[in-house]
């Protein structure tokens, strides 16, 4: 299984950026994919899922900015970050699970699968 991360960068507040998840050796439907994002000696955040149905989740301050979306044809994931604030600034990692409950879906240790991270920097 191989999750890549792209899209990230350097922004001005206000700024927006997509990032992308490609997926490859796992079946992609069938999969809920999370974005989380970490910054040096803190945990991992969860930011965004959306499951094999297509529901999506988010956490509360990125709610109403970010929008994940997935497109299994392409077995690719997104998101779409808008209205970039400092405190946006983190590694951003995508992760995968076949099987995630919904109650889990916000904790990073329960997704069996990650990609490399890539850095979001918003300067104020």
């Known amino acids: 299984v191989q999750l890549q991360a792209s899209g990230g960068g350097l922004v001005q507040a206000g700024a927006s950026l997509r990032l992308s998840c490609a997926a490859s050796?796992?079946?992609?439907?069938?999969?809920?994919f999370g974005w989380f994002r970490q910054n040096p000696g803190k945990e991992r955040e969860f930011v965004a899922a959306?499951?094999?149905?297509?529901?999506?989740h988010y956490a509360d301050s990125v709610k109403g900015r970010f929008t994940i979306s997935r497109e299994n044809a392409k077995n690719a994931v997104y998101l779409v970050m808008n209205n970039l604030k400092p405190e946006d600034t983190a590694v951003y990692y995508c992760?995968?699970?076949?099987?995630?409950?919904?109650?889990?879906?916000?904790?990073?240790?329960?997704?069996?699968?990650w990609g490399q991270g890539t850095l979001v920097t918003v300067s104020s």
């Open positions: 959306i499951r094999y149905s297509g529901t999506t």
């Open positions: 050796g796992l079946t992609f439907s069938r999969q809920t």
């Open positions: 992760a995968a699970d076949p099987s995630i409950i919904l109650s889990s879906i916000r904790v990073f240790r329960q997704y069996d699968y």
